[in-house]
């Protein structure tokens, strides 16, 4: 059992950014993926990027070129960088992990809002 644990929500105001983290309790290294999805008040959640073993990123459009995802294997932690950030991120920021089986944390509130 992997227990995911996101930190870095909070408020900030549009333009500006945050670092969201996940760690998790055991190892990345054998996860496919690990990613990030996002919920917004009453919808779906939705996938906002994701990293690959490899350390191939993809992003959904909406957030191509102001958001980044990375890796670190040796802190068994995944981040997403958020620039230029818009009210429409407001969101409940989640981190998935791919594998055998799927973890997912139990999210995070990023609020974007003057």
């Known amino acids: 059992q992997v227990q995911l644990v996101e930190s870095g929500g909070g408020l900030v105001q549009p333009g500006g950014s945050l670092r969201l983290s996940c760690a998790a309790s055991?190892?990345?290294?054998?996860?496919?993926?690990m990613g990030w999805y996002r919920q917004f008040p009453g919808k779906e959640r939705e996938w906002v990027a994701h990293?690959?073993?490899?350390?191939?990123?993809y992003y959904v459009d909406s957030v191509s070129g102001r958001f980044t995802i990375s890796r670190d294997n040796a802190k068994n932690t995944v981040y997403l960088q958020m620039n230029s950030l818009k009210p429409e991120d407001t969101a409940v920021y989640y981190c998935?992990?791919?594998?055998?089986?799927?973890?997912w944390g139990e999210g995070t509130l990023v609020t974007v809002s003057s």
């Open positions: 998935k992990a791919w594998g055998g089986v799927d973890y």
């Open positions: 055991g190892s990345i290294f054998s996860f496919n993926a």
């Open positions: 990293i690959t073993s490899g350390g191939r990123a």
